[in-house]
T-cell receptor, first 109, second 114 residues
């Protein structure tokens, strides 16, 4: 599975959009981009995933660049409860998750 | 609340001891996964069971073992514990054991080995 690079931390004002970047320059054609988050040592929570098209669900939007070497997770109206560590994972046929260090997002009042 | 339950929430034990962690999957889910999360290693997959049978094995030490029972609950047994085994242990369940985005995680068991 391809390696990902994320900034270690970001801040966002409550009510504003939070844009979390992820670089995955070695991604291969059959690998998806997944985003998970973990709120203060709770169990990881799935957010969204995509292959090459932009995706949106009730939690977030995922924007994947045309060359698929990077992506951005967008939380459109961040709340204090969105404060968490966000993990970007690239995986193909793997059935198991592996997390690296992720981005600590802090939503400020 | 994901519907996955894990007991106990916290466990403190001494080196050399043996402990058992328990997981009850979501109703109807056939597959159970065990993960270990430590500060320096991130989240690491240990083992997966599907309907009572071992399906996949990850970085699970020989001192660790797991099983899934006919009622689909699972137990992770950790023996000859070392200080480095201190970590959060998560269980996840999924309906069929396929796509990773179908995994729902429990609240975890925090193991401290002293």
């Amino acid at each position: 599975d391809a390696k990902t690079t994320q900034p270690p931390s970001m801040d966002c004002a409550e009510g504003r959009a939070a844009n979390l970047p992820c670089n995955h320059s070695t991604i291969s054609g059959n690998e998806y981009v997944y985003w998970y988050r973990q709120i203060h040592s709770q169990g990881p929570q799935y957010i969204i995933h995509g292959l090459k098209n932009n995706e949106t669900n009730e939690m977030a939007s995922l924007i994947i660049t045309e060359d698929r070497k990077s992506s951005t997770l967008i939380l459109p109206h961040a709340t204090l409860r969105d404060t968490a560590v966000y993990y970007c994972i690239v995986a193909g046929s793997a059935r198991q998750l592996t997390f690296g260090s992720g981005t600590q997002l802090t939503v400020l009042p | 609340d994901s519907g996955v339950t894990q007991t106990p929430k916290h466990l403190i034990t001494a080196t050399g001891q043996r402990v058992t962690l328990r997981c009850s999957p979501r109703s109807g889910d056939l597959s159970v996964y065990w993960y270990q999360q430590s500060l320096d290693q991130g989240l690491q997959f240990l083992i997966q069971y599907y309907n009572g049978e071992e399906r996949a094995k990850g970085n699970i030490l020989e001192r660790f073992s797991a099983q899934q029972f006919p009622d689909l609950h699972s137990e992770l047994n950790l023996s000859s514990l070392e200080l480095g085994d201190s970590a959060l242990y998560f269980c996840a369940s999924s309906p069929r054991g396929g796509a990773i985005y179908e995994q729902y995680f429990g609240p975890g068991t925090r193991l401290t080995v002293t």
